[in-house]
């Protein structure tokens, strides 16, 4: 087996309160981070842009920095980390056009940048929300998110507005709840299925995996109990199996 190198390296002053999100594009070239002060940097061949990004120099000595480790540049900073800006908790490269990466945060902003103009394309604010989880169809027509309020929301890649929400049950309005029905606590996981385009999954802190399509208005078409899950851990392998991470462990 060939040694293992280092191909990044993340060196973080105290202003950007830590790394809450990671996400690889398709092709393994482009890696996208949010930082815990708001802060959104993408490494790679220029950070998916024509040109490569600024010069250490040019950057402030606390900001965060995605290094290549083989040029030393840096990738360039989509959104300047900076306070009262909350963390940015999910991250989201679009499956055919890697030019695009969505991003969202805590604040319940869900923010579309386009890698080579190096600014953001559209945003959208989910009110109240939190927002843990959020990925692209197939073929990057929709995109979805999941947070706090467990409620699933499909938007228009094209258009960035709302096309459905699936609904969590509403306990304090007498709701009825079945394993089928949405999730019951909060989802830190969402996933499309790689092949087939109406599919995907999430799952959280209700211990459950919940498989969704996106042409249903309501009702989950199966669930696999078990796995509480505290973090961006669904993903799906050929021949439909599910591989779970990010499980809690007591």
Same mark, same amino acid.
């Not at 981070?33 to 950070?47: K, R, Y």
């Not at 890697?98 to 945003?123: F, H, I, K, N």
């Given at each position: 087996?060939?040694?293992?190198?280092?191909?990044?390296?993340?060196?973080?002053?105290?202003?950007?309160?830590?790394?809450?999100? !990671?996400?690889?594009?398709?092709?393994?070239?482009?890696?996208?981070?949010?930082?815990?002060?708001?802060?959104?940097?993408?490494?790679?061949? =220029?950070?998916?842009?024509?040109?490569?990004?600024?010069? !250490?120099? %040019?950057?402030?000595?606390? #900001?965060?920095?995605?290094?290549?480790?083989?040029?030393?540049?840096?990738?360039?900073?989509?959104?300047?980390?900076?306070?009262?800006?909350?963390? /940015?908790?999910? $991250?989201?490269? @679009?499956?055919?056009?890697?030019?695009?990466?969505?991003?969202?945060?805590?604040?319940?902003?869900? *923010?579309?940048?386009?890698?080579?103009?190096? #600014?953001?394309?559209?945003?959208?604010? %989910?009110?109240?929300?939190?927002?843990?989880? $959020?990925?692209?169809?197939?073929?990057?027509?929709?995109?979805?998110?999941?947070?706090?309020?467990? @409620?699933?929301? $499909?938007?228009? #890649?094209?258009?960035?507005?709302?096309? @459905?929400? *699936?609904?969590?049950?509403?306990?304090?309005?007498?709701?009825?709840?079945?394993?089928?029905?949405?999730?019951?606590?909060?989802?830190?996981? +969402?996933?499309?299925?790689?092949? %087939? +385009?109406?599919?995907?999954?999430?799952?959280?802190?209700?211990?459950?995996?919940?498989?969704?399509?996106?042409? /249903?208005?309501?009702?989950?078409? #199966? /669930?696999?109990?078990?796995?509480?899950?505290? =973090?961006?851990?669904?993903?799906?392998? *050929?021949?439909?199996?599910?591989?779970?991470?990010?499980?809690?462990? !007591?």
């Amino acid at each position: 087996m060939a040694a293992a190198a280092v191909a990044r390296r993340v060196p973080l002053g105290r202003e950007a309160h830590g790394v809450y999100s !990671l996400c690889f594009g398709a092709s393994g070239a482009q890696l996208a981070a949010g930082f815990g002060d708001g802060a959104v940097q993408v490494a790679g061949p =220029g950070g998916g842009r024509s040109k490569p990004g600024p010069p !250490l120099h %040019e950057l402030t000595p606390l #900001s965060p920095q995605l290094v290549d480790a083989g040029t030393g540049a840096p990738g360039p900073c989509l959104r300047p980390g900076r306070r009262p800006r909350q963390a /940015v908790t999910a $991250l989201g490269f @679009h499956r055919a056009k890697p030019g695009l990466l969505l991003a969202a945060g805590a604040d319940g902003v869900v *923010v579309l940048y386009d890698l080579r103009a190096g #600014s953001a394309a559209a945003s959208l604010t %989910e009110e109240e929300n939190e927002i843990h989880a $959020l990925d692209f169809c197939r073929d990057g027509s929709a995109f979805a998110t999941a947070g706090k309020d467990r @409620h699933i929301r $499909l938007y228009d #890649s094209h258009t960035h507005q709302l096309v @459905h929400v *699936v609904r969590a049950p509403d306990f304090m309005a007498g709701d009825e709840f079945t394993p089928f029905s949405g999730h019951s606590r909060r989802i830190f996981a +969402l996933r499309f299925h790689p092949s %087939e +385009l109406h599919l995907f999954l999430t799952g959280g802190w209700d211990n459950s995996v919940k498989v969704w399509d996106k042409r /249903v208005p309501k009702g989950a078409q #199966s /669930v696999i109990n078990g796995p509480h899950i505290c =973090g961006p851990g669904i993903d799906i392998k *050929v021949k439909h199996q599910v591989q779970v991470t990010s499980k809690h462990q !007591l």
